[in-house]
Nanobody, 119 residues
């Protein structure tokens, strides 16, 4: 599975962005889709995740501000980011958990897309 992310950018605090990710290859093996971020000097952290059954999970710092959604027939998902804060500045990565066979599960990553929020 290959992932292609796009849609980062620079905004002022309070603004919105909507990065998206498109998957190609063995997409039927994808069991969850997500967004992660790595801020300067920090470890990568979960931003949002959506599982194949539709349940979603969010990092505490983005709850109520970010929403993850998917477009299943296009093997795509996006992250609606609102009320952005300077602390949201980071490289954002889309990721997918892939399970091609029972008992096998691994994560594939797309390239990062930079989000910069100025005060």
């Amino acid at each position: 599975v290959q992932l292609q992310a796009s849609g980062g950018g620079s905004v002022q605090a309070g603004g919105s962005l909507r990065p998206s990710c498109v998957a190609t290859g063995n997409t039927v093996a994808i069991v969850s889709k997500g967004w992660y971020r790595r801020a300067p000097g920090k470890q990568r952290e979960l931003v949002a995740e959506i599982e194949s059954g539709g349940s979603t999970h969010y990092g505490d710092s983005v709850k109520g501000r970010f929403t993850i959604s998917e477009i299943k027939d296009k093997n795509a998902w996006y992250l609606e980011m609102t009320s952005l804060k300077p602390e949201d500045t980071a490289d954002y990565y889309c990721g997918a958990d892939v399970s091609p066979l029972a008992g096998i599960r691994y994560k594939n990553w797309g390239q990062g897309t930079l989000v910069t929020v100025s005060s």
